[in-house]
C-alpha cells in the first residue's frame, strides 16, 4: 500500500516532532524527520515527500518573535524549494510554533496565491501569559484537506502568543473564502472573544486558517496530542459511561483525523 512521505522539521528548539512524527506514521503516512540544517544541505529530501509538517515548540527560543527565526532561516536557504513542493499540490501544516513559521513565512494565508506576503500574525495572548489547556473548536464551511468530515474537536493548546490578528480586510477575504477552518468555541459555537473559551484574545475566535487551495494548513491547537482515547481530557468519564453501557473502548481519539486526512489525500 502507498505511503505518502511526511518530513517533519526538527531543530533548535523544536519540540514536537516525534509526537508529530507519530500521529502521521498511526495515520498511514511515511513519517521522516530531518534537522532543518540537514534539509538545507540537500533540499532534494523535500523532493522526496509529499507532506511538509512545522512543528509545535519554540523554535530558537522564541528570540525575534514566534516562529520568526525559522521562517527567515527557511525563506533565505529554501524558499524557491518550498515554493515548488507547494506547487507541485503537496500538503503544509504547521502547528503552533509551526502555525506561526508559516504565518511569518507568508505561506497563510497566501491570498491569491501571493505566498510570501505577510498579511496575518499571532500576537501575544490577552492573558500576558501562556496558555496551557484544552478547548473546543467549532470549523465551519471550508476548504482544508486536513479538517475534512470535521465539524466539532476538542484539543490542547500550549502558546504564549496565538492571538490571531489582521487587519479588517485580510478577515473578510478569509471568512468569504472559506479559509477560516477552526474557531474557538463554547457550547458548540464561536466562543465570542470569551476566556478561557477563546485562550488567547483571536480576532473572530480564529484558531486556524489554510490557503486557497486547502493544502496549506495552520493552526494552534495541538492535533498530535489528541490521539489516543486515554489522552482525552474526559476519557476517564468517557470510558465509565461507556462501560456502563457494555460498549467497548476506543483505541483513538479525534485528533487523528487530521493527520488521516492528509494520508488519504494521496490515495
Not at 540537500?42 to 509545535?56: D, R, S
Not at 507547494?86 to 506561526?100: A, H, R, S, T, Y
Request: hydrophobic share 40%; glycine share 10%; charged share 25%.
Amino acid at each position: 500500500m502507498y505511503k505518502p512521505t511526511a518530513l517533519v522539521l526538527t531543530g533548535y528548539g523544536i519540540n514536537c516532532d516525534e509526537e508529530t512524527a507519530f500521529a502521521f506514521e498511526k495515520a498511514g503516512s511515511a513519517p521522516r524527520i530531518v534537522h532543518v540544517n540537514d534539509l538545507i544541505a540537500e533540499p532534494k529530501i523535500l523532493k522526496q515527500a509529499q507532506i511538509l509538517a512545522f512543528p509545535g515548540g519554540f523554535s530558537y527560543g522564541d528570540d525575534t518573535g514566534s516562529g520568526n527565526a525559522l521562517a527567515n532561516k527557511i525563506r533565505n536557504n529554501l524558499w524557491q524549494e518550498l515554493l515548488e513542493f507547494i506547487d507541485k499540490k503537496n500538503l503544509v501544516i504547521g502547528i503552533c510554533n509551526g502555525f506561526q513559521a508559516i504565518t511569518n513565512l507568508g505561506l497563510l494565508p497566501g491570498i491569491g496565491k501571493k505566498y510570501g506576503e505577510r498579511s496575518v500574525a499571532l500576537a501575544h495572548n490577552n492573558s500576558a501569559r501562556y496558555e496551557c489547556r484544552w478547548v473546543s473548536l467549532v470549523s465551519e464551511k471550508n476548504k482544508c484537506v486536513f479538517t475534512k468530515g470535521i465539524r466539532g474537536i476538542e484539543m490542547p493548546v500550549a502558546h504564549g502568543e496565538g492571538k490571531f490578528i489582521a487587519d479588517k480586510k485580510i478577515l473578510k477575504q478569509l471568512s468569504e473564502r472559506g479559509m477560516v477552518v477552526f474557531k474557538y468555541a463554547k457550547n458548540g459555537k464561536p466562543a465570542k472573544g470569551e476566556f478561557p473559551f477563546n485562550p488567547n484574545g483571536a480576532m473572530l475566535d480564529i484558531a486556524g486558517i489554510c490557503d486557497e487551495t486547502g493544502r496549506i494548513f495552520g493552526l494552534m491547537p495541538h492535533p498530535e496530542r489528541n490521539v489516543f482515547f486515554t489522552q482525552r481530557q474526559d476519557w476517564q468519564l468517557q470510558k465509565e459511561l461507556l462501560k456502563r453501557k457494555g460498549l467497548p473502548l476506543p483505541e483513538e481519539s479525534d485528533g487523528i483525523t487530521i493527520f488521516r486526512n492528509a494520508v488519504n489525500y494521496f490515495k
